[in-house]
């Protein structure tokens, strides 16, 4: 089973993996586990960057700008180090008509809440991504790299929404994985606290936005019985 080792200590096993999600159909638009299982089985066998970045996404808790900044050397052993964002940056032509978009990798400001460095444990099935990034791309500066530039939300929705398509499956953005992945933690008895440093929140009130609790448990319900009878 799954273990999490001090605040932001080392994950034993797959934690998406070990983890149930009770939820099937979720008003808040967060992915099933049915659903979860079918993007695991089709990903598992694409070593495109897009298709990597997606499955390495779904056992973490990286915003997808995050995710864009890692950089090879960021892998440190099972834990990953985050300290840069690939950022979506617009603008707004002279004629006010269109709106361009490019992305700048840039550093993050130091966590106040966790030290000056903020480190993520990893998987085994994210580490063996790492390793095969290493092995058939070594000269890559970033971990995802998609022609040439570090992989960006615009490219990775993309092909999220067309595994989803391919596999009949509603689509989900990109951070709704993030809203996912915290509603999973804390329905198997992870801690608010220890789900907002694995977010990187700087408030637990945020955090505590993330959680779809769209199902109430026989043990809830039962406990509510004893207490108003």
Known sequence: GAQLNGRLGVIGGNVMYDFVYESEVSPYR???????????????????APSLAIRFAFDTFLRIGELGGIKLDDIQEDEVLIHFSNR??????????????????????????????????????????????????????????YKGKPINGDVFNRELKKVCKT???????????????????????????????????????????????????KETKDRARQILA
């Open 30 to 48: 967060s992915f099933c586990s049915n659903t979860l299982v079918d993007l695991r089985d089709y990903l598992k066998d694409h070593y495109d």
């Open 88 to 145: 979506r940056l617009q603008e707004l032509s002279e004629d006010l008509k269109s709106i361009s978009s490019t992305y700048l990798v840039e550093e993050k400001l130091k966590s106040k809440n966790y030290g000056e460095e903020r480190k993520i444990p990893l998987t085994q099935d994210q580490m063996e991504i790492a390793n095969y990034v290493k092995e058939h791309h070594p000269t890559n500066e970033f971990l995802f790299m």
């Open 167 to 217: 596999l009949n499956i509603p689509y989900r953005s990109s951070h709704q994985i993030r809203f996912t992945n915290a509603t999973r933690l804390h329905q198997n008895g992870m801690s608010i606290y220890e789900i907002s440093g694995l977010l990187g929140h700087s408030t637990i009130a945020t955090t505590i936005n993330y959680i779809r609790q769209d199902t109430i448990s």
